[in-house]
């Protein structure tokens, strides 16, 4: 049903899942700065359990498998988010779609779940132009979320805990835009 096993994404999400819990202090920070200082602890707990119970199947199985994760380990805002996300990116492999199309429903499932969209100083201001980049390959959607990351700096949020600080985040990047680049950049390896 969800098609042969893909050892591939199996070690490039144990390298993102690795990536995320050595970022853990770094995105605590962030998030104390510009938001509540939970997303390190909470992305760490979801990479955690994905590392006690490491899934051997399809790309996809191995994403509705991170779906449940996210939903059930993360929690707060980034966790229903992810979750969305990631199921969606799922379905759409499972459905016979490459890389580039999945993250772009993935990425849709996450605009339509969180009602931000880019410049709301989020996540998907490193989502979206990385799910676009995809199509030119892993190298050009890392340097676009980069791209994205960056520049929240600069933004006033409309969505989420920073929305409440008005000006005082400008200077910090959104930590949400930044643990997409950490992943992202952990999954080429
Ligand atoms: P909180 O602790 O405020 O519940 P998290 O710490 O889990 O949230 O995640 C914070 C990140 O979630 C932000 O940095 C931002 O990138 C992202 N975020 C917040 N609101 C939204 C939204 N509506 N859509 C997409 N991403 C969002
Ligand atoms: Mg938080
Ligand atoms: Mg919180």
Do not use: K
């Amino acid at each position: 049903e969800l098609g042969e096993p893909d050892a591939g994404v199996r070690a490039a999400v144990d390298r993102a899942t690795e990536a995320l819990l050595a970022a853990e202090a770094e995105l605590t920070r962030l998030d104390a700065e510009v938001g509540d200082g939970d997303l390190g602890q909470a992305l760490a707990r979801g990479a955690r359990a994905w590392q006690a119970e490491p899934v051997d199947g399809s790309a996809a199985a191995i994403l509705r498998t991170l779906s449940a994760i996210a939903r059930r380990e993360i929690g707060g805002t980034s966790g229903p988010l992810y979750a969305a996300g990631l199921l969606r990116a799922g379905e759409a492999l499972a459905e016979g779609a490459g890389w580039p199309d999945a993250f772009s429903a993935g990425v849709d499932g996450v605009i339509e779940l969180g009602g931000a969209q880019v410049g709301d100083r989020t996540m998907v201001d490193a989502l979206v132009p990385a799910a676009e980049a995809s199509r030119r390959g892993l190298d050009a959607a890392i340097e676009a979320a980069r791209t994205g990351a960056a520049g929240t700096a600069e933004q006033t949020a409309r969505r989420g805990r920073s929305s409440y600080l008005g000006e005082r985040v400008h200077g910090h990047p959104d930590p949400g835009a930044v643990a997409v680049v950490i992943w992202l950049e952990a999954l080429r390896g």
